[in-house]
């Protein structure tokens, strides 16, 4: 694995397009990644973000015209890592029904925040591997630590972030771009942020990564140069977790209903 200090001397040769700048871990990760490369910034909004050193790009990922057009703006870069944050999570119960308009019991708008708007840019990131054989691509994702258990009452969300892993495998292992394609899904515990004070506005904080925390674990793994498929678990361990009820079905509810409506 390289130290952080030999990454930066290559410095001009590496673009990081984060999808999803605009949340609180794409945020943390353009502030580090700054002093490693050029930072490329992707939300539907128009606004940039202050106080960082990157170029943004306005563009909603689920309109294929819309990405066309920035990507014909955008590299080819020598060295590019693609951080792919846009991902929903909604609990599902009989309480929360899920949007299911083409009826395959997933969750239209979660599968379409996590998976479809990847899909849009696979096109993309291979033409440029293709236009340039010297070229070298690493794509980034964030799933969950619980994406193990298949808890029912988020299965739209792992469904969806199993459907990106798959999609990271493939294309880490597409013969046409063997060995220059690596990929790393970084599976995290719950984390603070805007999005679970929405979700769960009276869960404890004691038991909480932060974006922060995200970022400071994954950076060997994000600047490593080696074309591998990695998949890496960041935890804040929760000892209530070695209860042999924990992981149970009704177990689970209860404490979300806990942490949802106090
Ligand atoms: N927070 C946690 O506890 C936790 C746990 C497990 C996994 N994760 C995963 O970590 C990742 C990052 O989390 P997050 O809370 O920052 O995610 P997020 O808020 O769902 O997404 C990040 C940003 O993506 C942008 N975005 C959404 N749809 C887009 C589209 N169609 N085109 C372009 N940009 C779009 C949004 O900014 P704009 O509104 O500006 O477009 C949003 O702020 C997600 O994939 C999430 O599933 C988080």
Not at 23 to 35: M, P, S
Not at 57 to 85: N, R, W
Not at 120 to 147: E, M, Q
Request: proline content about 6%.
């Amino acid at each position: 694995m390289i130290t952080l200090n030999e990454e930066t001397e290559d410095k001009a040769e590496k673009a990081f397009v984060i999808a999803g700048i605009n949340g609180d871990i794409g945020r943390e990760f353009a502030t580090r990644l700054q002093d490693y490369g050029k930072v490329f910034g992707i939300s539907r909004k128009k606004d940039r973000l202050d106080g960082i050193i990157y170029e943004h790009i306005a563009c909603d990922l689920l309109q294929p015209k819309l990405v066309q057009e920035m990507f014909s703006q955008l590299g080819p870069f020598k060295d590019m890592t693609y951080i792919h944050l846009p991902g929903r999570f909604q609990f599902q119960d009989e309480n929360h029904p899920i949007k299911d308009r083409n009826g395959d019991g997933i969750d239209d708008d979660i599968f379409r925040t996590n998976v479809e708007t990847f899909r849009n840019v696979i096109p993309y990131l291979f033409n440029d591997l293709l236009a340039c054989p010297t070229t070298t691509l690493k794509l980034v994702a964030i799933g969950s630590a619980s994406d193990l258990y298949a808890i029912p009452y988020w299965h739209s969300f792992t469904h969806s972030k199993n459907e990106l892993r798959r999609d990271f495998r493939a294309m880490y292992g597409n013969p046409s771009t063997y060995g220059r394609v690596g990929s790393l899904f970084i599976n995290v515990s719950t984390t603070e942020g805007r999005q679970l004070s929405g979700e769960r506005p009276y869960i404890s904080k004691q038991y909480l990564l932060t974006p922060k925390e995200i970022v400071d674990q994954s950076m060997p793994y994000m600047l490593d140069k080696k074309p591998a498929c990695v998949e890496v678990t960041i935890l804040k361990p929760n000892p209530d977790f070695e209860k042999e009820d924990f992981l149970k079905p009704e177990e689970i509810r209860k404490r979300w209903y806990r942490d949802m409506y106090g």
